[in-house]
């Protein structure tokens, strides 16, 4: 509960009818809560334009208040979950979900700015309407916003071919912790005026600053899009056959891979059912002009066919939009399963995917919990999941303690403990080991960008 004072100081800031407290519950929690995280905070606020931040951002550094930002609540880490840990805080939520005025498209620079506040699908949409594509694709795209997918620089399918979302960032304007307004970059597609300052905030999960405004370098709308699966009997020789698509020459656009139990669980939902004695899936998609992506598309298909029990690859547009919104509600119909899942986001070099998910498999035998694991393969990028029944408290420990053996993994095959999810809450254990050189030079920008240590503390460094 905010104190009287408090919430004078934060009504003056954005109007009373924007400062929520008590705060409501779905403001307090995020993906993670499928494993229970939910947080505590003193209040809400709700800011119009990037003018309200910067003054609820002034007014925090003042105070020494901690500030929460805030996107659409999708995120896998637990960053935007205030207070959820016995050692943070009392906090202030900084919701960014009424920064939505202003945005500019500019097709003749391939070219938009859209406010944070943006929900991810919305400006995919947009931009398609103008002729232009903004490749990054997160399963949670009709939720998240564009401030969120920026602070956690999210991936999702397609970053196989065209990278995560700092790849399509050409400018922000953000409020640091000290509260004042910068713009770094802009419309334009290459930039090294200064040191990389916009990299830092792409990915930087709230702890430098409120991201209020993002410029996009987009590419031209494709004309067409073409997924093709094939399902396998076993991980083997679905393995196989992604080194046979990263040998035959075309790039995909995504290269996807699902194993048995993942199948199992989303099966409901499998266009067209999923065949008999499948227990690997391997999706890739071609996507560009008309007169390229159909050969593509075959090359693709060539690569995966030699084990394959079914191809299935939908040329209908609503059969290749069913396909993808299946692929989009895995997660869901994951946690579904058993009621709750601890998912994490092991990144390895692709070639050592296989190797990761056998000791995922191996983790879990050792712990007594059932495992699973979907994800990127062509970015070697697996969310490996433990599936929990979230009211047995003693399977919700085991399961913490296989999610953090999990974590081991990444490291021992030369990789990292995240590709797209972030750091957040949930991993900064196993970040807190990583080499102290880095962490002190972390601390270092984060010292001079949040000199009061007021922007989201205790998440990702
Ligand atoms: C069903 C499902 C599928 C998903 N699929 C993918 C996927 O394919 N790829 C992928 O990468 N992720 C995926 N995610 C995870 C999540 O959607 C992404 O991390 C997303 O980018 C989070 O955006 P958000 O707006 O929900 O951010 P939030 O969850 O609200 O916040 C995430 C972090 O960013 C910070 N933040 C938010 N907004 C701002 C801002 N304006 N300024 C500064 N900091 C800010 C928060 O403090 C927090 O640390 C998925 C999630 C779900 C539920």
């Known amino acids: 509960m905010a104190s009287p004072a408090l919430r004078a100081d934060l009504g003056r800031i954005v109007g009373d009818e924007h400062v929520l407290d008590p705060v409501p519950r779905e403001l307090l929690q995020d993906a993670t809560e499928s494993r229970g995280l939910t947080g505590r905070a003193l209040a809400a606020v709700r800011p119009a334009d990037a003018e309200e931040v910067a003054a609820v951002v002034r007014w925090a550094a003042r105070t020494g208040t901690a500030l929460v930002p805030r996107g659409g609540g999708t995120g896998f880490s637990g960053g935007a979950v205030p207070g959820a840990a016995p050692d943070d805080p009392d906090a202030v939520v900084l919701a960014t979900d009424r920064l939505t005025r202003g945005a500019t498209i500019r097709p003749e620079d391939w070219s938009a700015t859209f406010p944070a506040g943006t929900v991810t699908a919305d400006l995919q949409r947009r931009c398609l309407e103008a002729g232009l594509f903004f490749a990054p694709n997160p399963g949670s795209a009709e939720s998240s916003l564009l401030g969120g997918n920026v ?31 910068v713009r770094l ?102 996507l560009g002009p008309a007169a390229v992506a159909p050969l593509e598309a075959r090359e693709l298909a060539t690569a995966l066919a030699p084990d394959a029990l079914a191809v ?62 979907w994800g990127h393969a062509g970015d070697g990028n697996l969310h490996a999941t433990v599936l929990v029944d979230r ?71």
């Open 151 to 181: 602070a956690t620089n999210a991936g999702g399918p397609r970053s196989f071919k065209h990278g995560p979302v700092r790849a399509w960032v050409s400018g922000v304007e953000a409020v640091l912790g000290d509260g004042e307004r």
């Open 185 to 286: 970059g802009g419309a334009v597609r290459k930039n090294v005026e200064t040191l990389d300052l916009l990299g830092l905030l792409c990915g930087s999960e709230g702890t430098l600053g409120v991201l209020t405004e993002v410029t996009l370098k987009l590419q031209p709308a494709p004309e067409v899009a073409l997924p093709t699966i094939a399902l396998y009997a076993d991980r083997e020789a679905g393995l196989a056959a992604i080194a046979a698509v990263l040998a035959c020459g075309v790039v995909p656009t995504a290269l996807e891979f699902l194993d048995g139990t993942t199948l199992a669980a989303s099966a409901g939902a499998f266009p067209g059912g999923l065949p008999e004695g499948a227990g690997f899936a391997v999706l890739v998609e071609a």
């Open 312 to 373: 299935r690859a939908p040329t209908e547009r609503a059969a290749v939009d069913a396909l993808w919104r299946w692929r989009d509600g895995v997660s869901i119909a994951v946690t579904a399963a058993r009621g709750g899942k601890l998912s994490e986001d092991l990144v390895v070099p692709a070639s050592r995917l296989g190797d990761a998910l056998a000791a995922v498999e191996e983790v879990g035998a050792r712990h007594g919990v059932p495992v699973t694991s």
């Open 391 to 461: 009211d047995d408290a003693a399977e919700l420990a085991r399961a913490e303690q296989a999610a953090h053996a999990m974590l081991e993994i990444a490291h021992r095959l030369g990789g990292a403990l995240t590709g797209e999810h972030g750091i957040g809450l949930v991993k900064r254990e196993a970040a807190a080991a990583l080499d102290p050189t880095l962490r002190r030079a972390q601390r270092a920008v984060k010292d001079v960008l949040d000199p009061a240590g007021i922007m989201n503390p205790g998440r990702k460094l």
